[in-house]
C-alpha cells in the first residue's frame, strides 16, 4: 500500500479532491502524513508477526554498551523466564538493565527487536489496519461527522480483526515449528502411520 492512497482517503473524509503525489501543496498533508507515521509507529511498538526479530548483541569494547540502530522501538527478553529476571529497556538507542549496573554488559544478550518497517514495506494485512486507523483519526479529528466516525471505526475494527488472525495464525505456525518436542512427536507420528499404512 502507498502512502499517496492513504493520505486520499484521508482527505475523502473531508470532501477534498485527491493528490496525484505528495509532491503537491494541500492545507491537509502534512497532518495527514503526521497522523499516518503516528499511527504507523504505535501500532508496529507493540511488536507483530512481521517485526519481531531475534537479535544477538555484543557488548561495545569501549563501554560495555548494547547498542541499537535508530529503527528498533523496543526490546524484549528472549526467554520468557528472562522477562521475569530481567528488567531491560531501550534508551536512546542503548539496551538498558534496571537490575544491575545500567549500561554495562559483560558477555552477549539475545533480545527479541521490535523493528519500526516503513510503512510501505508492510504487507497489504498489516498496511490495512495501519491505514484504517490513521483515516479514522484522521477524520475524528477535522471532520468528527458521528455517521462517518462509526463507519471509519468499524472499517478499522475489521482491519485490526484480520492483522490479529494473521498473528495468532503466524505464531501458531512458529511454535509448531520451533519446538523440538512437537517435532519429535510429530516425526513419531507420521513413522507409525508410515509402518502401519505399509504392512
Same mark, same amino acid.
Given at each position: +500500500? ?11 473524509? +473531508? ?5 496525484? #503525489? ?13 497522523? %499516518?507515521?503516528?499511527?504507523?509507529? !504505535? ?7 512481521? !517485526? ?15 547498542? %541499537? #540502530? ?5 526490546? /524484549? ?9 530481567? =528488567? ?5 538507542? /542503548?539496551?538498558?538493565?534496571?537490575? !544491575? ?35 479514522? =483519526? ?21 482491519? /485490526?480483526?484480520?492483522? +490479529? ?7 501458531? #505456525? ?9 517435532? #519429535? %512427536?510429530?516425526?513419531?507420528? !507420521? ?7 505399509? /504392512?
Amino acid at each position: +500500500m502507498q502512502t499517496l492512497d492513504v493520505v486520499n482517503a484521508q482527505l475523502a473524509t +473531508m470532501g477534498e479532491h485527491a493528490l496525484a #503525489s505528495l509532491d503537491e501543496t494541500h492545507r491537509f498533508l502534512p497532518d495527514c502524513l503526521r497522523i %499516518l507515521d503516528t499511527t504507523n509507529r !504505535n501500532v508496529q511498538a507493540r511488536g507483530w508477526y512481521f !517485526n519481531r526479530e531475534t537479535l544477538t548483541l555484543t557488548p561495545s569494547p569501549v563501554d560495555g554498551g548494547l547498542y %541499537l #540502530s535508530n529503527d528498533i522501538l523496543n526490546i /524484549r527478553s528472549v526467554a520468557l523466564r528472562d522477562r521475569y529476571q530481567e =528488567r531491560l529497556s531501550l534508551r536512546a538507542g /542503548r539496551v538498558y538493565d534496571g537490575n !544491575n549496573a545500567p549500561f554495562v554488559f559483560t558477555q552477549n544478550k539475545e533480545v527479541t527487536a521490535i523493528r519500526l518497517i516503513p510503512f510501505e514495506d508492510l504487507d497489504e494485512t498489516a498496511a490495512s489496519f495501519i491505514s484504517a486507523t490513521a483515516v479514522a =483519526r484522521f477524520q475524528q479529528d477535522y471532520d468528527g461527522d458521528s455517521t462517518k466516525t462509526r463507519s471509519l471505526s468499524q472499517d478499522a475494527e475489521t482491519a /485490526r480483526i484480520a492483522l +490479529m488472525a494473521e498473528e495468532i495464525r503466524q505464531a501458531g #505456525s512458529n511454535i509448531l515449528h520451533s519446538n523440538h518436542r512437537l517435532q #519429535s %512427536l510429530k516425526t513419531l507420528i !507420521n513413522g507409525a502411520r508410515s509402518y502401519y499404512l505399509g /504392512r
